[in-house]
């Protein structure tokens, strides 16, 4: 009873505002120490190094080249936005990218998988030299030139330079097509792998009996960044009017590339951007799904629940978040592909993120899918620590520690 006349008699004596300037300045404290904490663990992508901007290929001689230097647009992009900005200009307007070299980029990234590349990697060129290949003539773009990139032919269509946008292959001018639909490349980025992944992706191109071994990029990262990681760096290499990232494994069904590209045509929007995403959810209750192990199936819809807490409206609307199967134009890519930070497996929640935040239409569709044997994700700790870093993400944006421009 006397400690509550204490308190009482306290509470009588102390002024009002002294009490209301107490707690704010504590929560003023509490909100500093929060927001510090939260800059110092939110992660930041790895500044890539000089070897890192660089590929090799496969000659049509099966001669393996010495390391090139990669094109990138995020470079020149991002050169012409700090230009932009240092003469006062609104850095939030539209700056466009470089125009497409070839129709679609596949983007591989690739930790250790000597073992599955060649199935998955077999798959996809099949599919993209039968759909994509300098056979087809249509839309401008053709495979085949001797450096290993496809090129772009635009009759009478000036560069800026007062020339025109047509390329040379081995020694001849290229033929040109009109509105284009062909030509292809493939990135596989290795994530730091210490086995045979690198010689695996350029033994198969070396093996590929059509000249498009040269459409076969190999880069290297030093260390192991994240699948994240990975799929970033090679976007921002990426050459197509069109580009996709699939995982190694070759889980998903890449002849459903073609209903992608069909979906992000239809959604794309005035400035022609668009992304469409492949989706597993109709596969629910299907054999595939029911007889993985019951743990994985309750991380499952344990991270879906956390997805639909934790992240914008549109983006938790959609159903499968994590499909390794995701297709962007090539204009949508300078909205998302810069902002980036997360290197680990949350990084495709991040890029729907961005999609939203700059209203670009996402269309999710779905494709075929099947369990591969020999994944690198530990179910209990990996599943984790993806809440812990979509938590960390989603906070990251909303107080302002990650901006946009």
Known sequence: ?????????????????????????????????????????????????????????????????????????????????????????????????????????????????????????????????????????????????????????????????????????????????????????????????????????????????????????????????????????????ARGKYAIFADADGASKFSDLGKLVSACQKCEDDQGRGVAIGSRAHLVGSKEVVERHWLRNFLMHCFHLLLKLLTPPRTAAIRDTQCGFKLFSREALPYIIPYMHSEGWIFDVEMLMLAEASEIPVAEVPVGWKEVKGSKLNVIWDSLGMAWSLAVLRAAWMVGVYKRD
């Open 1 to 237: 009873m006397d400690c509550v006349n204490y308190y009482q008699s306290v509470y009588e004596t102390v002024p009002i505002s002294l009490i209301l300037s107490f707690c704010a300045v504590t929560f003023a404290g509490i909100s500093v120490l929060a927001y510090t904490i939260l800059y110092l663990v939110a992660p930041r992508p790895i500044p890539p190094t000089k070897s890192e901007k660089e590929y090799r290929t496969v000659k049509q001689d099966k001669r393996t080249t010495a390391a090139q230097t990669l094109p990138c647009w995020y470079d020149t992009y991002t050169n012409e936005k700090a230009a932009a900005s240092s003469n006062g200009k609104n850095t939030g307007a539209r700056i466009p990218i470089e125009d497409p070299e070839v129709f679609v980029s596949l983007i591989v990234p690739a930790y250790n998988e000597e073992d599955r590349l060649h199935i998955m990697m077999s798959e996809a060129v099949d599919y993209l030299q039968s759909e994509y290949g300098s056979r087809k003539k249509s839309n401008g773009y053709t495979n085949g030139s001797a450096n290993g990139s496809a090129t772009k032919t635009t009759a009478g269509k000036a560069n800026g330079h007062g020339t025109t946008n047509g390329h040379v292959a081995n020694g001849s001018a290229v033929q040109s097509y009109a509105p284009a639909e062909t030509g292809w490349e493939v990135i596989v980025v290795s994530d730091g792998s210490t086995d045979k992944t690198i010689d695996t992706a350029l033994n198969y191109a070396k093996a590929l009996d059509h000249p498009a071994s040269s459409c076969i990029r190999v880069v290297h990262l030093s260390r192991n960044r994240g699948k994240g990681g990975a799929v970033a760096h090679g976007m921002r290499h």
